[in-house]
């Protein structure tokens, strides 16, 4: 799976994951929020998330601490 990680407009980050064959470009149009903050692909190993790679069409990557944002929004979602 794909994901984008944006920042809401309250400052907060706010994972999206999607499905692979989604450009990721096609993507980001249709989401509000103006800022792009990281994005790649995100895998669940086991019970923990990792995340690897980039978007070039963003010109970002992912970063070391977006698998714990993503495993945050899982375990508490109303955060």
């Known amino acids: 799976m794909k994901y984008?990680?944006?920042e809401d407009f309250a400052g907060d980050p706010v994972p999206v994951i999607f499905p692979n064959r989604i450009d990721f470009m096609e993507f980001r149009e249709q989401m509000p929020y103006a800022k792009v903050l990281a994005a790649g692909?995100?895998?669940l190993r086991g019970q923990a998330f990792a995340c690897h790679g980039e978007s070039k069409s963003l010109g970002v990557r992912s970063r070391p601490g977006d698998a714990a944002v993503i495993q945050e929004r899982f375990t508490n979602?109303?955060?």
Do not use: K, M, N, R
Request: without cysteine; charged residues 10%; negative net charge.
């Open 4 to 6: 984008i990680l944006f």
């Open 41 to 43: 692909y995100v895998q």
């Open 77 to 79: 979602p109303e955060a």
